[in-house]
């Protein structure tokens, strides 16, 4: 069955620190998001990307945050400068179409010291 | 989009049906009633979706009321591997680009 990777699956940085999180879509969708999840709390939503440019993003998506699809396959989530309230569960996911099941990966664990 | 209710926890016994509800009182007509489950901290699995139709997949059932005000997941042999949190979402299609505004949902524990 067709997935969604993410890696890497566990990355401590120091606060202040860009940090890159990658993601391989399934290949033959075309909605891609980020979503994060904050230890005991629900999952949030960040942005969502199509067309090549953001569709739609949260409040919790600032200047700080910004996504990328650098070639055909891979999707990014970049942190310029990292906080220590970003430590979080961040979790890419793809779908063929908006409103379709959407398919998420195992997910990056961000830890900011 | 509609926010949804779902109970806070559940219990069901290993190879019994789970059957789990959740109310969306405020649903309009373009959205979809989605099911996703959450395993110990991975990531959400897509279970199921539907509009205004029951729906049936190798997972599970998704049984929508006709006036689509609330909707039940029923997985009909339940195994200790479904233990979970699930999920009811209530999204639009199209426009929203598919945003997933989740809840707390309700924790499902299968007993042996």
């Known amino acids: 069955e067709p997935e969604v990777t993410q890696t890497p699956s566990h990355q401590v940085t120091q606060m202040g620190q860009e940090v890159i999180l990658r993601c391989v879509p399934i290949?033959?969708?075309?909605?891609f998001y980020w979503y994060r999840q904050i230890l005991g709390q629900k999952v949030e939503f960040l942005v969502s990307?199509?067309?090549?440019?953001?569709?739609?993003k949260s409040e919790i998506f600032d200047d700080q945050f910004s996504v990328e699809r650098p070639d055909g396959s891979n999707f990014t989530l970049k942190i310029r400068s990292t906080k220590l309230e970003d430590s979080a569960m961040y979790f890419c996911?793809?779908?063929?179409?908006?409103?379709?099941?959407?398919?998420f990966g195992s997910g990056t664990r961000l830890t900011v010291v | 989009d509609a926010k949804t209710t779902q109970p806070t926890s559940m219990d069901c016994a290993e190879g019994r049906a789970a059957n789990l509800p959740c109310n969306h009182s405020?649903?309009?007509?373009?959205?979809?009633v989605y099911w996703y489950r959450q395993i110990h901290s991975q990531g959400p699995q897509y279970i199921i979706h539907?509009?205004?139709n029951n729906e049936t997949n190798e997972m599970a059932s998704l049984i929508i009321t006709e006036d689509r005000k609330s909707s039940t997941l029923i997985l009909p042999h339940a195994t200790l591997r479904d233990t979970a949190v699930y999920y009811c979402?209530?999204?639009?299609?199209?426009?929203?680009?598919?945003?997933?505004?989740f809840g707390q949902g309700t924790i499902l524990t299968v007993h042996p």
């Open positions: 405020t649903i309009s007509g373009n959205e979809y």
């Open positions: 539907g509009l205004k």
């Open positions: 290949s033959n969708h075309l909605y």
């Open positions: 990307f199509y067309n090549n440019e953001i569709s739609e």
């Open positions: 996911a793809s779908s063929v179409r908006g409103d379709y099941g959407y398919t």
């Open positions: 979402i209530v999204a639009s299609g199209g426009t929203s680009y598919g945003k997933l505004t």
